[in-house]
């Protein structure tokens, strides 16, 4: 059901299916982690995970290199510029989307996660940048946008198409409440109802953010499994990680209650933050679709997941950790503390 399954090739992509632990290897040119459960030799690098010590470097792609001149940076722009970044020290690069998309929300509206949108270039042109980053020691990682497609995506099309296609169920469908209005109030993070009317087959659909990015419904197993193969397709090319755009949406209440008032809400501040988002946020069966995530990843070598999670500590670090959760959350506490070091200290204390 993933396109261009067909063009990867395990030898070439992964690093593990090339060089023996231990071994100097033609990636990274000197040794090569051990895998989970061997026994690691203290005080070596082998003993920690990569990406705990690593220096992670976000490249927004449309401004970071033009290579062709056309105005926006690209991926042959960020392959210029990759010993640039090796000499700055980094470990890792964060790349936000490059898959092709109507750029209704630059990038975070998907038609095809296993592809690379022209503006940006090719999937070759991803490939040589990964090859040309892993020679300089540097990982890549990419986003993964699973919350929500493009409504140009095919899923959505085939979705939308009737009420009856096996794909119906892929997206967040309800019928209207009696007066015909939105089956309920949850409101969209762009502001306005969360609910867009489609005329055609009379029923809401469900976007958390623009009306153009409908709400996968993660609840249905063929959802999960086609997003898993998404993050494989990618795995078996090399990536060696991602960034998960607004985990903590992937789920919504299965009874489609009302969000109660916000009582802290004051005029002026956004709409959208006049409720709070119990219903549609933070579900408590969200570890379980991490869990999922984690496995997927694990059946990999060395693949780091980190994920959005823009929450108060006591409730992201349900999460990550523990073998099943996400590798490492966001910390958007270090970027909202005052510039004060005691602040800094007590918040960076109180995640660990
Ligand atoms: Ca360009
Ligand atoms: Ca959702």
Redesign the pocket.
């Known amino acids: 059901m993933i396109a261009h399954r067909d063009r990867w090739s395990p030898t070439a992509a992964d690093p593990a299916a090339r060089s023996t632990p231990g071994e100097p290897d033609p990636w990274f040119g000197h040794h090569v982690p051990m895998r989970r459960n061997e026994e690691p030799v203290p005080g070596t690098r082998a003993s920690r995970p990569w990406w705990e010590p690593a220096v992670i470097y976000q490249v927004y792609p449309r401004s970071f290199q033009d290579s062709d001149g056309d105005g926006t940076g690209d991926l042959p722009g960020i392959t210029a510029r990759l010993d640039y970044l090796a000499w700055l020290g980094i470990d890792a690069i964060w790349i936000s989307p490059i898959f092709p998309s109507p750029m209704k929300d630059f990038g975070y509206d998907i038609t095809d996660y296993c592809n690379v949108d022209p503006l940006f270039g090719t999937l070759a042109d991803l490939d040589r940048l990964v090859a040309e980053a892993h020679s300089r020691d540097i990982r890549v990682l990419l986003d993964f946008v699973p919350?929500?497609t493009s409504d140009q995506h095919p899923w959505f099309r085939e979705s939308r198409s009737s009420r009856e296609h096996e794909m119906r169920d892929w997206y967040?469908w309800r019928d209207a409440a009696s007066g015909g209005e939105p089956p309920n109030n949850w409101l969209a993070m762009f502001g306005g109802s969360a609910w867009a009317w489609d005329e055609p087959t009379r029923q809401y659909f469900?976007h958390?953010f623009l009306p153009e990015q409908p709400?996968?419904n993660?609840r249905n197993p063929a959802v999960r499994a086609a997003m898993h193969d998404v993050l494989r397709f990618w795995f078996r090319r090399g990536i060696d990680g991602f960034r998960i755009d607004v985990i903590t949406?992937?789920?919504?209440d299965e009874a489609f209650r009302d969000n109660p008032p916000n009582a802290g809400f004051s005029p002026g501040e956004p709409t959208e933050t006049g409720l709070r988002a119990v219903y549609?946020t933070d579900h408590p069966d969200l570890p379980r679709i991490v869990a999922e995530m984690r496995a997927v990843a694990d059946e990999f070598h060395d693949r780091l997941l980190v994920g959005e999670v823009y929450l108060p500590v006591p409730r992201l670090v349900a999460y990550y950790g523990g073998g099943r959760g996400l590798h490492m959350p966001h910390n958007f506490q270090l970027i909202t503390l005052p510039w004060d070091a005691g602040l800094i200290r007590t918040g960076v204390a109180l995640s660990t």
Request: net charge negative.
């Open positions: 919350n929500h967040v469900y958390a709400d996968l993660w949406h992937l789920l919504e549609t």
